[in-house]
């Protein structure tokens, strides 16, 4: 018997000192505490308010629960905390400074942040898409979306306006140059429609960063519901005080980098070309600027975006949805001047996500014919008073 256990060693369960004084000299101990009764500076710390942080953890609270019994758990309200300090963290690098520098003020291994990070990104997603970021799965919810561009942005008919962006990663391991893109660095791409309040209404993330951005489109599952009109796309109608030009499609507005069809509208070639179609492409582009607003929103409040990301890629993809995800939630409840405020912050960088490439298009006949009667509408039907102006300026 004796012989039997001689070699094995006692379990040792051994925490660092520096570990075993998080709730004397933590942060969620100490300072979290503190911000609790300063809602401006809650925001600055973890970009959501108080009220906000509270609807996180009631979604979030019970999954995020872990018992153990031989050593104190860390709770869902400081695990929420620590993720949410790492989207915006001031020093992020791409050596991953900002998990050490997150273990030290929350006196947590950094493994353990790294393992935090990765799960409520997933959870988020998980436990409140539904609510944040609903894709529209009924007419009357796409002609809703519509009603918003029509109002906002004076152009009938629009669903949404669509970009893509490469997100900045680490290099993969052992992945060769899968996510390796025409700007030379490593990326995963974010494909976003996005409405005419600048929240996302569907993304893609995920696709590799080599890829041709033609192709990420014709083989992401958002561009199969535009270019097919899935998901109880809207039936064909005429458009506001223009029943004799006939039923027009409901389309989605991009720019060069997308193909020109049917149900997606992009500008017409060239910066010499003839005053009618700069005034469509000035009208297109007026609306669709929509979603590079987003994109520069999403990048100011989580200031991740502004290096590499430095997970893995299945973290990255969860780390993009997250933010999107809580870029939805914070921007429906903001007012005009908070946006703004945002916006013309010195320290936003809108370049920080790379842009698509442009590609060529060799459109259908009747892509380009829906395309002719929008510039015919825009022009002669219901024109902005400005309009002319502000397309001789651009000569």
């Not at 998980?126 to 009357?140: A, D, F, L, Q, R």
């Not at 140059?177 to 893609?204: C, P, R």
Request: charged content about 25%; overall charge positive; proline content about 5%.
């Amino acid at each position: 018997m004796d012989r039997k256990h001689k070699g094995r060693k006692k379990r040792r369960w051994w925490v660092h000192d520096i570990l075993r004084k998080r709730k004397e000299y933590g942060v969620f101990n100490h300072l979290f505490k503190e911000l609790k009764s300063d809602d401006d500076k809650f925001v600055q710390y973890l970009r959501v308010t108080r009220e906000q942080f509270a609807r996180l953890l009631f979604f979030t609270g019970k999954t995020l629960t872990k018992r153990s019994r031989f050593r104190e758990v860390i709770s869902p309200e400081e695990r929420l905390a620590i993720c949410l300090r790492y989207f915006p963290f001031p020093r992020y690098l791409a050596t991953g400074e900002s998990f050490h520098s997150l273990a030290f003020s929350f006196r947590v291994g950094v493994s353990t942040v790294s393992n935090i990070v990765a799960e409520v990104c997933s959870v988020i997603w998980s436990k409140m898409s539904h609510i944040y970021m609903k894709v529209p799965t009924t007419s009357e919810e796409w002609l809703q979306k519509a009603a918003g561009f029509e109002h906002v942005w004076n152009f009938p008919h629009c669903v949404g306006a669509i970009d893509g962006k490469h997100v900045n990663i680490k290099a993969p391991e052992n992945s060769g140059s899968l996510y390796f893109n025409y700007k030379n660095t490593f990326s995963i791409v974010l494909l976003a429609l996005v409405d005419a309040n600048m929240q996302f209404t569907a993304i893609d993330v995920g696709a590799y960063g080599r890829n041709s951005d033609g192709g990420i489109f014709a083989n992401s599952n958002m561009g199969k519901v535009i270019t097919n009109g899935l998901l109880n796309w809207p039936l064909d109608e005429p458009m506001p005080s223009a029943a004799h030009m006939g039923p027009m499609p409901y389309v989605v507005l991009g720019e060069e980098a997308f193909p020109l069809q049917r149900h997606l509208m992009r500008p017409f070639p060239g910066r010499g070309c003839p005053k009618q179609e700069q005034i469509f492409n000035y009208r297109l582009s007026r609306a669709r600027r929509i979603v590079e607003n987003a994109f520069g929103l999403l990048a100011a409040r989580w200031r991740l975006y502004h290096a590499k990301i430095a997970v893995n890629t299945t973290v990255a993809t969860n780390v993009v949805k997250a933010t999107c995800l809580l870029h939805n939630m914070i921007q429906s409840e903001s007012t005009p001047s908070q946006t703004a405020a945002i916006m013309v912050d010195p320290n936003h960088n809108s370049q920080s996500l790379v842009d698509f490439s442009g590609t060529g298009n060799r459109a259908a006949k009747q892509a380009k014919d829906i395309r002719e009667r929008f510039k015919e509408y825009f022009c002669h039907i219901a024109p902005l008073p400005w309009q002319e102006n502000v397309t001789d300026r651009g000569k």
